[in-house]
């Protein structure tokens, strides 16, 4: 069996059933390690991935739902503006611990400012409570998307 | 980029010690030759190498605390280059080459223990460096110092790059005494610093346990038996094996394991296998209460005596106040966001493993002794670890996967499943403590007893030479802030079928929240305000000047608004002082949601004063998850909880705002990972008693003030 998706905007052809989840076909087969296994049920978006510029569990989308559509991974976020002035924003504010959860948090707060260039903490707070950290990072994360919301802005002015 | 995060980003991306040129030596030992490269090196682990550049193998591990920027700003201080500028490298599981310091990692000791042999050892190769410089110029010692990486002549301005001198230092004796930087001359030492760790964990490209390929491996699961004490009966292998990707199928006493070409397929494949076990009758019927019930009633038994000063007897004649009550804290998961995980290959009479551990030299001892092999024959390459709290002090992982990697010709990664991390984790023991307080007709404690009962986590450690004390869980409990003329404090061991370990706070944890509770609640009953009470009680002026400092920084003097309650703690534990004030909501429906915590620390010399801050909001949040909703239950014989579904940790949403307010001091350096995670249980009990009037005297709160 094999499934063709388009990941970080580059088409290729994977050795794996179209129900496996984006979460074990990107770690497992594409090998690309930045998405993480936190759950594996909706729970705490350490799996996090863009798809087509939307935020999706990846423990939760079987790789045949992404099939036609732009996956974009934390390694593919990293090289875009936003995700630049993201990880600008998480440098400056010193906000990684263990930092498992980070690169989900950062794809999700990449689909927060897409959909709301200059959210306020009720918006971070409704944007982002479907990721957990257990370092308790939430309060520097906050202040990192307001920061990257700012940086982000002024690259586009 | 500057070129100086790409090659850090390539060593805690691979996280493998390869090119090093630090010489594994002896502590203390003098110098080094390997493969006609000079180096300096102060002691096993830390080097100069011949491009200059300072070298530092970990001594302690990485779980998200910080110690990796920590360790090395310490380094980078007493070497004068700059903290990035080092070349670090997570080091192996090896208890010779660190000796004395130990790479087991918890109890708040890592700097504390690192603080004074790496400065030393550091002290030594500056000297040795600028002892080379001073030769080579002929001009006295005493003229030249060390400064961003060179040796520099002041008087006539000459500087040497520690590159040009590290050959001559090396073929020199390395000073047997060496200063130590003063505080007053600190650059680097108490500025805050940002995590040298942060960038590639936010890029994904930092190397977790769990991320780790090696070549030829393939991907396992595993089943234990739910209900603790089972044996595993059936297992549809043909069922298993039909699903595409599986591999094969290994039956252990207790356990299942599916192997196969990626984490999907043995995921299917154990579902299909559809294990049957065997239960022990004796386990099996086993309910939560009856357990709870057991601890409560040790705290009836004499107990063994821990700490005992003057008569208790005698002091509470003529008490002018009593207060007693009991207190029960529950078991606790880790829940850590990194499940647990190994890679390890077995061949040809040696074993490698790839793991994140808290213990990489115990993980490899407990593999030598699974595997029947010497211990030079196993190799633990640590790796970065997605949370530890404890978790990953237990070889439980490492263990599991060596009795796979045994039966199988490739390399291995098992990666447990969510629900099998929490069903079977080694849990927060579950403790009941009673407290009984006198005061006297002046107003001072005049007898104090506490007495704990509950799993002995060192009991299991030390076998036959556990003589009835548990030191862990009574750590805090007999090292009170508050004077008293007469105190005892007793240990009764009451063990239940729950395996139990290291968690977060540890013992001084469940000390904190009775003895802080406690207090509190004898406050309130002398119609006393807490904060005063305390300051009128305690001795220590930097206990005081914390709590003074969260009671003007908090708001304290204010009327709270409807509904919300103001609570403080205070405790001195792990060698670092800490005051907090939670501020919190009830609803109608008695939910309660932190709104506010002001924290006040002083750690003595903190290090890095931004990675202080971010262990207060670390433990304030972990620790809040586990004092309102953290609990493990058992029914018949099992563990009720699976996921975080059903083991609530606090999300985004439900964060508190946290205000902390570091004090300055050159004082010897305190811990920092537990003390936050301790200090919030107390002050949130509290604040439950001031918004809501009930007192909540049985983790965790929000279920216990639901049934209040």
Redesign the interface.
Known sequence: ?SVTLTINGEKRDFD??PE??LL??L???A?M?????????G??G?CSVLVDGTRVFGCQTPASEAVGKSIT???GL?QQPLGKAL?SA??EV??????????GQ?IAAASLIKDNPKPDDAA???G???????????????AAIHRAAEIHAGEKA | MSGGATRREVLIGSGVVTGSLVIPMALGAGRSKAAGVPSVAGNAWLGVNADGHVTLAMPKTEMGQGILTTITMIAAEELAVKPDDVIVTIADGDAARFAPIDQGTGGSTSTREVWLPLRTAAAKARVALVMAGAKQWGVPLAECDAHDGAVVHTASGKVLPYAALVAAAAAAPLPTDAPLRPASSYTVIGKSHKRLDGDAKARGVAEYGIDVFVPGMKFAGLQVSPVFGGKLANVDEAAARKVAGVTGVIRGDDVVYIIGDNTWAVRQGIAAANAQWTADPKLSGTQHAQIISAVTAALDKPGFVALTSGDLDVSRKGAAHRFSASYTQPFLAHATMEPANCVAHVHDGECTIWTGTQIPSDARKAAATRLGLPIEKVTVHNRLMGGGFGRRLEADMVERCVDLAKQVPFPVKLIWTREEDTAHDWYRPAYADRIDIAVGADGKIAAWEHKIAGSSIMARLMGGAFKGIDDDAVEGAISPIYPAAARKVTFQQQESMVPTSWWRGVGPLRSAFVMESAVDELAHSLNADPIAWRLAHIDDPRAKAVLENVRDKSGWADKPAAGTGRGVAVIHLWETYMAAVAEIEVDKDHQITVKRVTVAVDCGQAINPSGVLAQIDSGVIFGSSAALYGEITIANGRVEQSNYNDYRVLRMNEAPVIHTTLIESHEKPGGMGEPPNAIIFPALANAVFAATGKRVRALPLQKGLEAA
Do not use: H
Request: charged share 20%.
């Open positions: 069996m794996a059933s496996m989840p074990w076909l770690r497992d087969v090998r390690t930045g998405t993480k296994f936190g759950c594996a049920a729970l705490c350490a991974t934390i390694e990293t990880i998480w440098d010193d906000v990684v611990q263990c930092g498992y959860c980070q690169p950062i971070i707070d409704a982002m409570s479907g990721n957990i950290c257990r370092c308790g990072t939430y309060p520097r994360i906050r």
